[in-house]
């Protein structure tokens, strides 16, 4: 069974930075492709960023030369750095198992705030 654990969400200012973290519980980490998704309020879930086994990355338009998506094999975690945070990025964002082992697996989500 895999469980995904996200941490890193918190209250920033607008112009700031955050780094999410998922870590990933099971096995074969390293074939899967990982996305972050985000969910504001009274709105639809959205891809932000994913990443495949051999790290090729997309980025959603909104985030694009914002954001980097990384991830250690090592320790199965993905990340996504954010910078120049604006407040609607304000959202829960969610750690998702897009392909391969555990596929459809989401985390619980973590809270990311931007003021203005």
């Known amino acids: 069974q895999v469980v995904l654990v996200e941490s890193g969400g918190g209250l920033v200012q607008a112009g700031g930075s955050l780094k999410l973290s998922c870590e990933y519980s099971?096995?074969?980490?390293?074939?899967?492709?990982m996305g972050w998704y985000r969910q504001a309020p009274g709105k639809q879930r959205e891809l932000v960023a994913s990443i495949t086994s051999d790290e090729n990355t997309y980025y959603a338009d909104s985030v694009k030369g914002r954001s980097t998506i990384s991830r250690d094999n090592a320790k199965r975690t993905v990340y996504l750095q954010m910078n120049s945070l604006k407040p609607e990025d304000t959202a829960v964002y969610y750690c998702?198992?897009?392909?391969?082992?555990?596929?459809?697996?989401w985390g619980q989500g973590t809270q990311v705030t931007v003021s203005s």
């Open positions: 099971g096995a074969f980490f390293n074939i899967n492709t």
């Open positions: 998702n198992v897009m392909a391969g082992v555990g596929k459809g697996s």
